[in-house]
């Protein structure tokens, strides 16, 4: 059926509607003209859209073109390939999509299962395929999907919990290694961000199960303080100052090596899948690939 479909111009503003994915096999006349202060679109057979036109997205290339129109009135064309979503960026919407469902499953699974732990070196890889595959912005959405969908599945304090403990590290290292930087800046950084998020995550936790963990865990320091103490013939209570230095210590120490392992696991294994992460420094690569041969020496060699 031949429709005749009107846009007006209201307060100086063209509002067009998008038109819900025009098709070009449905246009027959893509004239836009100028009657009565309105611009038209002429024998189209399209939908009668149901809701409010917008204002902005599809419709401004619409608005764009209505604008093109010469002072006598003359039609221009409306080129339908305006209308198509790009496939590049069709497909970086379809990869967060995918890589955020294998993550949330996998946090998921190693909720309930108890697995968090054998499950930790796992969780950050999609978050860093996507930064590596479609740059550092795809990884930041992949982790804040995985956390809306970890909202559906466990609730709010275990999407707060995976971002402060896993996302934040697995954002942080994905946009290190999709730039290529240095491994021990990235280790030190991914090591602060991880060591920030421990903390807040037991800060959330104590105020969630209304316990002082932190006491919990000052009362263990000064017991392993003492017992040093007394091991090498010191008398004497260590102070408060060194109790909770040692703590803030025990904590970026573990982030360092967390995040230290999980750069070597992850640069051998995507570097064989053909990503680049940057170099290894050279005595990491010596102990590491001895008796083996060095992919990145043959690279180097061959091209």
């Keep these: 059926?031949?429709?005749?479909?009107?846009?007006?111009?209201?307060?100086?503003?063209?509002?067009?509607?998008?038109?819900?994915?025009?098709?070009?096999?449905?246009?027959?006349?893509?004239?836009?003209?100028?009657?009565?202060?309105?611009?038209?679109?002429?024998?189209?057979?399209?939908?009668?859209?149901?809701?409010?036109?917008?204002?902005?997205?599809?419709?401004?290339?619409?608005?764009?073109?209505?604008?093109?129109?010469?002072?006598?009135?003359?039609?221009?064309?409306?080129?339908?390939?305006?209308?198509?979503?790009?496939?590049?960026?069709?497909?970086?919407?379809?990869?967060?999509?995918?890589?955020?469902?294998?993550?949330?499953?996998?946090?998921?699974?190693?909720?309930?299962?108890?697995?968090?732990?054998?499950?930790?070196?796992?969780?950050?890889?999609?978050?860093?395929?996507?930064?590596?595959?479609?740059?550092?912005?795809?990884?930041?959405?992949?982790?804040?999907?995985?956390?809306?969908?970890v909202v559906v599945l466990l609730g709010p304090l275990r999407a707060v919990s995976y971002v402060l403990i896993h996302g934040l590290t697995a954002a942080t290292l994905g946009t290190l290694w999709a730039n290529q930087a240095n491994f021990w800046l990235t280790a030190v950084v991914g090591g602060l961000v991880r060591m920030a998020g421990q903390i807040a995550y037991l800060v959330l936790s104590s105020v969630t199960m209304n316990e002082n963990l932190f006491a919990i865990m000052l009362s263990n320091v000064y017991g392993m303080l003492d017992q040093i103490s007394a091991s090498i013939g010191h008398s004497g209570a260590p102070s408060p100052t060194a109790i909770s230095s040692m703590l803030f210590a025990l904590v970026l120490v573990n982030s360092l090596c967390y995040v230290f392992l999980l750069q070597v696991v992850y640069r051998i294994m995507l570097t064989s899948m053909g990503y680049r992460l940057g170099p290894l420094p050279s005595l990491i690569r010596k102990y590491l690939y001895a008796g083996m041969p060095d992919p990145e020496a043959a690279t180097a060699k061959y091209g």
């Excluded at 979503?85 to 970086?92: A, C, F, G, R, V």
């Excluded at 479609?134 to 809306?148: N, V, Y």
Aim: glycine residues 8%.
């Design 1 to 149: 059926m031949n429709s005749r479909i009107g846009v007006c111009s209201t307060s100086g503003r063209g509002v067009l509607p998008s038109l819900l994915q025009v098709s070009p096999s449905l246009i027959r006349s893509r004239r836009l003209c100028k009657h009565s202060g309105c611009a038209q679109l002429q024998d189209a057979q399209l939908p009668r859209p149901s809701a409010h036109l917008p204002t902005h997205g599809r419709g401004t290339a619409l608005c764009r073109a209505a604008a093109a129109s010469n002072s006598d009135g003359e039609a221009t064309s409306v080129n339908p390939e305006d209308f198509v979503y790009p496939l590049e960026k069709t497909k970086i919407m379809v990869e967060t999509a995918m890589l955020a469902a294998v993550s949330g499953l996998a946090y998921l699974l190693s909720t309930l299962l108890r697995l968090e732990t054998s499950l930790g070196y796992f969780l950050p890889l999609p978050v860093a395929l996507a930064a590596l595959r479609s740059g550092a912005g795809a990884g930041w959405r992949t982790m804040f999907a995985t956390a809306t969908l």
